[in-house]
């Protein structure tokens, strides 16, 4: 990746009537890098993706691609390619005819488009498919020939419009990571919508979790997990226990050694056993479920206040503890991460 900006979104913003979509939003992607847009249903997304692909116009605000003020630009000469949720494929093209497509459209040889289309059928591994309509295809083969089709014209940047959301777990899995192997070997600048948390901390560069609108947060999966900016950043990337801490005890009585304010404790920093808890950052409960994960257990504890206390540890715990049983929950103060005041 290199530090140029490749696409600057500057105060970007859509408004219907008196609903904001998207308000006055800025980022910027760096050339070689992919960026996920993530956030729940009506969060803006898929309207910021849709403004940088010339479907919508902004309201207010500006898209620079590789330099050039493309916000007025009609969306068949931007630079850009698109994968869309469904796909889009005409069906009643070949395999081969999907992915060059947009090739003949710009006007390129024959000779090229033959040449070109052929390596992009290998990249993505469509050896042999090459004459088969859309019907005759699997979800995963369908969604590769739009990547492929997409590809293909060389874009400044790939815009792709939560594309596995139409495969099964196991193959949207497999076909990200995929994905994702293509996007660094070839250097491409991508823009991602999804609302999966896991596949933007699988796949992303930096994530920008959007809420209602507006841009929350912006960092690598990392920072978004272990140093969330906001509640909501907190809540919805993983599983959080937040607690809100004032003068040693959180305000359902927990005992703890904390800096004042909002706090957010991940499941697996909280360890479970079955010793009296004693001074702070311990609290003792029953267990109200344990679900185990192949890799792991998570345990919810039900405290005496009411609250569910989330603690996620090795596999072991299911033969440790059983529901309906005691079980006391301890962490440090390293364990908890304060949010900054909103």
């Given at each position: 990746m290199t530090n140029s900006a490749e696409l600057v979104l500057d105060g970007l913003a859509r408004r219907y009537g008196s609903t904001t979509a998207v308000a006055r939003m800025d980022l910027t992607v760096a050339a070689g890098e992919l960026v996920a847009l993530l956030g729940p249903s009506g969060c803006g997304k898929t309207t910021t993706l849709r403004m940088v692909a010339g479907f919508i116009e902004p309201s207010e605000g500006r898209i620079l691609l590789r330099g050039k003020d493309i916000t007025t630009m009609p969306a068949h000469q931007r630079d850009t390619g698109m994968v869309f949720q469904s796909y889009a494929l005409f069906p009643h093209l070949s395999v081969a005819e999907n992915i060059a497509f947009g090739l003949k459209r710009r006007g390129?040889?024959?000779?090229?488009?033959?040449?070109?289309?052929?390596?992009?059928?290998?990249?993505?591994?469509?050896?042999?498919?090459?004459?088969?309509?859309?019907?005759?295809?699997?979800?995963?083969?369908?969604?590769?020939?739009?990547?492929?089709?997409?590809?293909?014209?060389?874009?400044?940047?790939?815009?792709?419009?939560?594309?596995?959301?139409?495969?099964?777990?196991?193959?949207?899995?497999?076909?990200?990571?995929?994905?994702?192997?293509?996007?660094?070997?070839?250097?491409?600048?991508?823009?991602?919508?999804?609302?999966?948390?896991?596949?933007?901390?699988?796949?992303?560069?930096?994530?920008?979790?959007?809420?209602?609108?507006?841009?929350?947060?912006?960092?690598?999966?990392?920072?978004?997990?272990?140093?969330?900016?906001?509640?909501?950043?907190?809540?919805?990337?993983?599983?959080?226990?937040?607690?809100?801490?004032?003068?040693?005890?959180?305000e359902d009585g927990i005992p703890l050694d904390a800096p004042d304010g909002t706090l957010v404790l991940r499941p697996e920093r909280v360890t479970l056993d079955d010793a009296p808890a004693e001074g702070p950052n311990a609290v003792s409960g029953t267990v109200e479920l344990l679900s185990f994960l192949g890799t792991g257990t998570q345990a919810v504890l039900r405290l005496p206040g009411g609250r569910q206390l989330l603690a996620e540890g090795p596999a072991s715990l299911a033969d440790r503890f059983r529901t309906g049983g005691p079980a006391t929950a301890r962490w440090t103060r390293g364990d908890l991460v304060a949010l900054p005041p909103e």
């Amino acid at each position: 990746m290199t530090n140029s900006a490749e696409l600057v979104l500057d105060g970007l913003a859509r408004r219907y009537g008196s609903t904001t979509a998207v308000a006055r939003m800025d980022l910027t992607v760096a050339a070689g890098e992919l960026v996920a847009l993530l956030g729940p249903s009506g969060c803006g997304k898929t309207t910021t993706l849709r403004m940088v692909a010339g479907f919508i116009e902004p309201s207010e605000g500006r898209i620079l691609l590789r330099g050039k003020d493309i916000t007025t630009m009609p969306a068949h000469q931007r630079d850009t390619g698109m994968v869309f949720q469904s796909y889009a494929l005409f069906p009643h093209l070949s395999v081969a005819e999907n992915i060059a497509f947009g090739l003949k459209r710009r006007g390129v040889a024959k000779a090229e488009i033959a040449e070109r289309v052929a390596r992009m059928v290998s990249l993505l591994q469509l050896q042999g498919l090459e004459a088969r309509l859309p019907k005759q295809l699997s979800g995963g083969q369908q969604q590769r020939v739009a990547v492929g089709r997409a590809l293909v014209i060389n874009p400044a940047v790939v815009l792709l419009d939560e594309p596995f959301s139409n495969l099964d777990a196991l193959l949207r899995e497999g076909t990200r990571i995929e994905l994702r192997r293509l996007q660094t070997e070839l250097g491409l600048t991508t823009l991602f919508v999804t609302h999966d948390q896991a596949e933007a901390m699988a796949i992303s560069d930096r994530i920008a979790v959007m809420n209602k609108g507006r841009l929350e947060q912006l960092g690598t999966p990392r920072e978004v997990y272990e140093r969330p900016a906001t509640r909501f950043v907190a809540s919805f990337i993983g599983r959080a226990n937040i607690l809100v801490s004032r003068d040693g005890r959180s305000e359902d009585g927990i005992p703890l050694d904390a800096p004042d304010g909002t706090l957010v404790l991940r499941p697996e920093r909280v360890t479970l056993d079955d010793a009296p808890a004693e001074g702070p950052n311990a609290v003792s409960g029953t267990v109200e479920l344990l679900s185990f994960l192949g890799t792991g257990t998570q345990a919810v504890l039900r405290l005496p206040g009411g609250r569910q206390l989330l603690a996620e540890g090795p596999a072991s715990l299911a033969d440790r503890f059983r529901t309906g049983g005691p079980a006391t929950a301890r962490w440090t103060r390293g364990d908890l991460v304060a949010l900054p005041p909103e």
